[in-house]
C-alpha cells in the first residue's frame, strides 16, 4: 500500500482516480477485461462523454478543426482530471499526444497496482472516438501501436482521413 500513498501524493489522485485505475486493474488480473474488451466498450463511453461535454461547454461552433481538436482534448483531460502534464501536437492530418505516464490518474499500472504484461490504457480509442465524432472526420492510429511506451512518456498519434 505505501506504493499507492506515494502515487496518491505524486499525482495527486482523488478518490475518484483510485476507484477507476484499482477496478480496471483488478478486473484486468482476473482476466475479465483487456484492451480487446476496453476497444468494445469505449465507443458507448464515448457517446456519454460528448453528451456531458455539450451539456456543459455547448456546442463547439468553431470552423477551424485545429481548435476544435484542442479544446475537445482539453476539456476532456481537465474534465477527467486525467493528467498532470501533458503536450498535444497538431502537425497537418496529424494529431500527436504525449503524456508523462508518471502523471496519468487512471493508469491501472501505476495507480491501480496492476501487474499485466501489456499496455491497458482507455485514453488512445477514447480520443480516437471522441474526435472522429465531434469533428465529423475519420480519425486512425498513426502509430504501429495504440499506444507507444517510450521511458515514461505515453505518446498517441492519430491521423484524420476523410
Known sequence: MSGLV????KRNLKACHVLCAS???DL???????????????????DKLIIFLKQKYGE???SDINTLIKNTVDRIISELDAFISYKMDINGSKVTLIIDGST???CPKGVGGAQLPGI??????????VLSKV???????ALPD?????AHYCIMQFEITE
Open 28 to 46: 484486468a488480473e482476473r482476466g475479465f477485461l483487456n484492451q480487446g474488451v476496453l476497444n468494445i466498450m469505449i465507443p458507448k463511453v464515448a
Open 23 to 25: 477496478m480496471l486493474g
Open 146 to 150: 495504440k499506444l507507444v511506451k517510450k
Open 120 to 129: 491497458l490504457c482507455l485514453f488512445p480509442q477514447l480520443f480516437r472516438e
Open 60 to 62: 463547439d461552433s468553431t
Open 135 to 141: 469533428t465529423k472526420r475519420n480519425f486512425r492510429y
Open 6 to 9: 506515494n502515487e496518491i501524493n
Open 104 to 106: 496519468c490518474k487512471f
